[in-house]
C-alpha cells in the first residue's frame, strides 16, 4: 500500500459563507496548531510522522489534552526522536499552515472529501470512515461501536463487537 496522509481542517469545513477562511485566523481552530506540527514532521522528518501522529491522537482522544497548549504538543515530540526545534520553526515560520491550506483545499476540490478519515483510491473512488464507542464511564452495550462509511453516496453502517 502507498499511503498519503493528507490533512483536512474540520475548523475550515464548518467555516460559514461570509466568514473568513481558518487560515486566516488559525487560533480560532481547537486542532490547527496540532495539525501544523504533523504536517511539520511528515514533511521534513518523515521517519517520525507515524510516531508524532499517534502520540497527538492519544494527547486529544485518550488523555483529552489541549492541542492549542504548546507544552503538551512538546512532550509528544520529546517522547519520540523528532527535533522538535526544527518542526517547531515550520510551524512558525507558516511553512506548515500553508501547506494544510494548499492539501486541504485540494482534497475538497479534487477529491470532495468532507471529513476525517476520507479514504480515496486510484480511479477516483472514496470512502469516509467513523468509529464511535461509548465513554467508558459507562457499562458498554452492543453495539460496543459503530463503523459508517459513506462511498458514492451509499451510507452503510457496521457494529463491531470486540467481545
Known amino acids: 500500500w502507498d499511503v498519503t ?3 483536512f481542517s474540520l475548523g475550515q469545513a464548518h467555516v460559514e459563507e461570509g466568514q473568513s477562511d481558518i487560515w486566516t485566523r488559525p487560533a480560532d481552530d481547537s486542532g490547527l496548531l496540532a495539525l501544523q506540527l504533523g504536517i511539520a514532521v511528515r514533511d521534513t522528518q518523515p521517519q517520525h510522522f507515524l510516531d508524532v ?3 497527538l491522537f492519544a494527547l486529544r482522544h485518550d488523555s483529552g489534552g489541549d492541542l492549542r497548549d504548546r507544552a503538551r ?3 509528544v515530540l520529546a517522547a519520540t526522536d523528532v527535533d522538535a526545534d526544527a518542526a517547531w520553526e515550520e510551524v ?3 511553512r506548515a499552515l500553508a501547506t ?3 492539501e486541504h483545499v485540494g482534497s475538497v476540490e479534487e477529491l470532495q472529501a468532507w471529513g476525517v478519515p476520507t479514504f480515496s483510491i486510484e480511479g477516483g473512488r472514496r470512502s469516509f470512515a467513523c468509529s ?3 465513554p467508558m464511564t459507562q457499562t458498554p452495550s452492543p453495539p460496543w461501536s459503530a463503523w459508517s462509511t459513506r462511498s458514492a453516496g451509499t451510507a452503510q453502517q457496521f457494529n463491531v463487537d470486540p467481545r
Open 73 to 75: 504538543l512538546h512532550e
Open 92 to 94: 512558525d515560520a507558516g
Open 132 to 134: 464511535t464507542a461509548p
Open 100 to 102: 494544510i491550506e494548499k
Open 53 to 55: 501522529h499517534a502520540g
Open 5 to 7: 496522509f493528507v490533512p
